[in-house]
């Protein structure tokens, strides 16, 4: 079995409102000098099969079919053991 | 400035009808050998501040008191500089 961990975040550049409100949220708080708060996704992925490249490329495919939207989104992936 | 990169993810046990969704939505796109998904948030947040001690407690301070739910979530803090 493999795992993997995908990030999903904002492209630079765009408008990321529910950071920003976290950020006010934040300040609101009391919490001083959070200059930029992104805010993204994190998936744990448990795959049956142990091929890695093989691996690899199906989460790609994945996270360009379903997980991120690639027009605002980048993804990352990291598999694991 | 520090950056800090902060993941919140649901403890074990803890339901998950979001990673449920995706992982039934991956097999209906034609993926086999999803065995489980779990989705969490990724969230990065620049300070101002250079102290790294004081902004661990800072940021642990913050996902006590907004960005994480401690009944049902776990978070990990990372500092980058």
Redesign the interface.
């Known amino acids: 079995?493999l795992k993997a961990r995908v990030?999903?975040?904002l492209k630079p550049g765009v408008l990321d409102p529910q950071?920003k409100a976290?950020q006010h949220?934040?300040s609101a708080?009391g919490?001083?000098?959070?200059?930029?708060?992104?805010?993204?996704?994190?998936?744990?992925?448990?795959?049956?099969?142990g091929d890695r490249t093989l691996a690899q490329e199906?989460l790609d495919?994945?996270c360009r079919?379903?997980?991120a939207n690639t027009v605002i989104e980048n993804y990352a992936i990291d598999i694991l053991e």
Chains 1, 2 share one sequence.
Do not use: C, N, P, W
């Open positions: 079995m990030h999903i975040t950071g976290v949220s934040l708080l919490f001083d000098g959070v200059e930029q708060v992104r805010q993204g996704k994190y998936i744990e992925i448990d795959l049956a099969d199906r495919a994945m079919q379903l997980l």
